[in-house]
């Protein structure tokens, strides 16, 4: 499976951005999800969206982040709103969930820069 990410940028504190990724397979059958990883910090889960639209989200986005996704479209999104500087990162997204915020599938990531 591929995945490929749009959507990242450089944004003001406070700002919104709608990250996008599109999958080479069909998505309704798995769970997805979004993780990031900030300069010198290990990767960590975002957001997950399961196949009946359930999602759970790190303490740190809930209010202000909000995972979707377009099965007719084989996409993700992750929608982000209120954004601070700690969330500066690369977004990378995932299919096929393990558990404990693990996939085993992942894109190559879109830099996201708040400042």
């Not at 990031?36 to 999602?55: D, H, S, Y």
Request: proline letters at 3%; a neutral charge; aromatic letters at 10%.
């Amino acid at each position: 499976v591929q995945l490929v990410e749009s959507g990242g940028g450089v944004v003001q504190p406070g700002g919104s951005l709608t990250l996008s990724c599109v999958a080479s397979e069909y998505t309704r059958e798995y769970c997805m999800g979004w993780s990031r990883q900030a300069p010198g910090k290990e990767r960590e889960g975002v957001a997950v969206l399961n196949t009946i639209n359930n999602a759970v989200y790190q303490d740190s986005v809930k209010g202000r982040f909000t995972i979707s996704r377009d099965n007719a479209k084989n996409s993700l999104y992750l929608e982000s709103n209120s954004l601070q500087p700690e969330d500066t990162a690369i977004y990378y997204c995932a299919i096929v969930c393990l558990g404990n915020w693990r996939f085993k599938y992942w894109g190559q990531g879109t830099q996201v820069t708040v400042s």
